[in-house]
């Protein structure tokens, strides 16, 4: 069994790609508004309508990363306080972290659909596993 704690790094390294795709948020809304693409006031309510695709597909992004990844923080965190941490776990926690990083990649560049949801599904796929793992081994202390 791992050190519990290296859990951590997956999980420092989904919250470091949230910071860049909100820092991604910034610039980029900044740049429009510099360039008169859209006006402050387009985001008084979120977003409006004048808001081009390129800015809502980085909020989307931002938005999803702040989802799904809740129940991987969730599960990380319970391994380490019941002590449940494995070398497997510890795998799979780097695997959802790797398809979040590949999905975000899609989604912020080529925005293939099929592609995308292959990276979204595999990411859930990882976190189911790492759910039902932590409560059978749970269930068998």
């Not at 693409?37 to 985001?43: A, I, K, L, M």
């Not at 599960?75 to 975000?104: E, G, N, P, Y």
């Amino acid at each position: 069994m791992p050190n519990s704690l290296l859990i951590l790094w997956p999980v420092g390294a989904l919250a470091a790609l949230t910071f860049v795709m909100l820092a991604g948020i910034l610039v980029t809304r900044i740049g429009a508004v510099r360039r008169r693409e859209v006006s402050p006031r387009d985001f008084a309510l979120g977003e409006s309508k004048r808001v081009p695709a390129r800015l809502t597909q980085i909020s989307r992004n931002y938005a999803s990363l702040l989802e799904l990844p809740v129940l991987f923080y969730v599960i990380c965190l319970l391994m380490i306080v019941t002590k449940t941490v494995s070398d497997v776990q510890l795998v799979l926690a780097w695997l959802f972290v790797a398809f979040r990083v590949v999905h975000t990649i899609i989604h912020v560049t080529i925005n293939h659909i099929l592609f995308r949801l292959f990276a979204f599904g595999s990411s859930v796929t990882v976190l189911v596993v790492m759910w039902v793992l932590f409560f059978v081994r749970l269930g068998s202390q």
